[in-house]
């Protein structure tokens, strides 16, 4: 079985500073692992993903992630956080098998000026 | 390159009446196609997807049904809607022949029901 948690509904940080939003996962299976961005009333943007080549994955916008077998984490970073990175993100796992994926509940990102 | 369409963007509906949600992919063949919805504060739902003309796999019995009529045409429908099916709902795609473990969806930009 599959499972995706995003351990924080809500992240504030100030502009400049560094961001973290949390990821641990659950897969009986090799999983394939996303992070997605969601502005209000848009659709979901990929932002990043993990298929079992570089465990440090670089995505757009400055954003990356790192995949951590022993901790079951893809905690999605940022070194200096944008007003226009203010956004929902969604983590996302996926097994190689399968078409089906698990999204995260999604941690709102506040970004202050 | 390839783009997906959904529309219409916004819809306000009333209790009872029928639905119909449109997504189309341009610029490849045979893709997988989802229909997801997003109610206020909640996740992402899967609720359909496709692999084919004509195959539909539903993941949560509803008061919705999908269709896939063309290679890259997917449509959501209801015949009476009801309040609860309220929502943010994101139409998908992802390339066939490989899994979405390896690619990601490309999401359409959602249509915004609210059923009054």
């Known amino acids: 079985a599959q499972s995706v948690t995003q351990l924080d509904s809500h992240v504030s940080v100030s502009e400049g500073t560094p961001v973290l939003l949390r990821c641990n996962y659950s897969?009986?299976?090799?999983?394939?692992l996303f992070w997605y961005v969601q502005h209000p009333n848009k659709g979901l943007q990929l932002l990043l993903k993990?298929?079992?080549?570089?465990?440090l994955v670089k995505g757009i916008n400055g954003f990356e992630a790192e995949f951590k077998k022993s901790e079951t984490s893809f905690h999605l970073t940022k070194p200096s956080a944008h007003m226009s990175d203010a956004a929902e993100y969604f983590c996302?796992?996926?097994?190689?098998?399968?078409?089906?994926?698990?999204f995260g509940a999604g941690t709102r990102l506040f970004v202050k000026a | 390159s390839q783009t997906i369409h959904q529309w219409p963007a916004t819809l306000v509906q009333p209790v009872g009446s029928p639905l119909s949600l449109e997504c189309t992919v341009e610029?490849?063949?045979?893709?997988?196609l989802y229909w997801y919805r997003q109610a206020a504060g909640r996740g992402l739902q899967l609720l359909f997807y496709?692999?084919?003309?004509?195959?539909i796999s539903s993941e949560v019995p509803q008061n919705l049904s999908a269709s896939r009529p063309q290679d890259r045409q997917f449509i959501l429908s209801s015949k009476k809607l009801l309040l609860s099916d309220s929502g943010f709902y994101l139409c998908?795609?992802?390339?066939?022949?490989?899994?979405?473990?390896?690619?990601?969806?490309?999401f359409g930009s959602g249509t915004r029901l609210t059923v009054v």
């Open positions: 993990y298929t079992s080549a570089a465990t």
């Open positions: 897969s009986s299976y090799s999983p394939s």
């Open positions: 610029g490849t063949s045979n893709p997988n």
């Open positions: 996302v796992v996926g097994n190689t098998g399968g078409f089906k994926t698990i």
């Open positions: 998908a795609w992802s390339p066939s022949g490989v899994r979405m473990a390896n690619y990601g969806y490309t």
């Open positions: 496709s692999v084919g003309i004509g195959q």
